[in-house]
């Protein structure tokens, strides 16, 4: 239940873009593959976050930072693998790690988060 509850946030978000959010941090960055670079969100609400890649596979993994600072893919709560743009609905408040993955199909990836 939990996880269709996350795909419908997801989906309303995304019928929603550019309409009804607002962007609170944006990076853009290279990972090589096989790698992982870390970021930290301390959000009082729910919030979503995207990447979106533009040279490679970028795929996302997050967790509640008190779970984990470094999510990867033995360690999270929220993932988005596919190829292109990534989106994770995150359903807590508080100190989020967020890990964004260079796939090892690719030397490098770039993308925006």
Do not use: N, W
């Amino acid at each position: 239940m939990a996880k269709l509850l996350r795909l419908l946030i997801v989906f309303i978000i995304q019928s929603c873009l550019g309409q009804c959010y607002k962007i609170v941090h944006e990076a853009t960055s290279k990972v090589a593959g096989g790698e992982i670079k870390y970021y930290t969100y301390q959000s009082k609400s729910v919030f979503v976050a995207f990447v979106t890649t533009t040279e490679g596979d970028a795929d996302l993994f997050a967790a509640p930072s008190s779970l984990t600072k470094t999510p990867d893919a033995d360690k999270y709560l929220y993932t988005s693998a596919s190829c292109g743009q990534d989106v994770l609905a995150i359903l807590e408040p508080g100190e989020v790690s967020i890990g964004v993955y260079g796939h090892i199909r690719h030397d490098s990836t770039t993308y925006k988060l």
